[in-house]
């Protein structure tokens, strides 16, 4: 079983959940049955790893974060704080997949440099969307279930689709925002505002 953080909320690992010794678990998270959290990976504290969640070598987790059932999180993946990760996501982490070099021998860990995927802050990946490696999913964003992203998805916007393209803006809440006025964007569940600017948005 990997490190655990020596507090009174220790995380809980489930039966039958693999756990690296040399992974690195924070305080009151959990880790379901059939988990699989590798070496060298640090999962911060008080998040949910979902049964049958697979957590690549050396991959980072910030606190707070939930990975549902069957995601799969390859190396070397960066994750804030706050990020949720629906069923059955990937992560991936080769733009130019190969079993075998060209003259035909298995490729091994040294033929392949691996890109990540880092999801920021606050932002929420639904269910079954892919990830190509190397893109960059910003904070408080919303890629909807399905969508396949192969480049940078703004902070607070909301993608979907194959290939995934921006269809309107989210805030803090998750919700979509409504138009507010030139330029200017509110959110329906907290009211707070929002002012878009040459493809960007920020709270007012």
């Known amino acids: 079983m990997g490190t655990v953080e020596d507090d009174a909320a220790a995380a809980r690992i489930a039966p039958g959940a693999d756990v690296?010794?040399?992974?690195?678990?924070?305080?009151?998270?959990?880790?379901?049955?059939?988990?699989?959290v590798r070496e060298d990976a640090v999962v911060g504290a008080d998040c949910v790893i979902g049964r049958g969640a697979y957590i690549g070598p050396g991959v980072r987790i910030g606190d707070r974060v939930k990975v549902q059932n069957h995601a799969l999180v390859y190396e070397p993946a960066v994750v804030e704080d706050g990020v949720f990760i629906g069923p059955a996501v990937v992560l991936t982490n080769d733009r130019h997949p190969r079993a075998v070099t060209p003259d035909g021998r298995l490729k091994g860990r040294l033929d392949w440099h691996a890109e990540p995927v880092t999801l920021r802050q606050g932002c929420s990946i639904g269910g079954r969307a892919v990830l190509v490696a190397g893109v960059t999913v910003g904070r408080w964003a919303l890629v909807a279930a399905g969508a396949v992203v192969h480049r940078d998805v703004p902070d607070f916007a909301l993608v979907a689709g194959v290939p995934a393209r921006r269809i309107g803006w989210v805030g803090r809440a998750g919700e979509p925002l409504r138009p507010a006025g030139p330029g200017l964007w509110n959110c329906p569940r907290t009211g707070e505002g929002y002012r878009e600017t040459d493809g960007t948005l920020r709270p007012v």
């Open 20 to 36: 690296d010794e040399r992974a690195a678990i924070g305080a009151g998270t959990r880790v379901w049955h059939l988990a699989q």
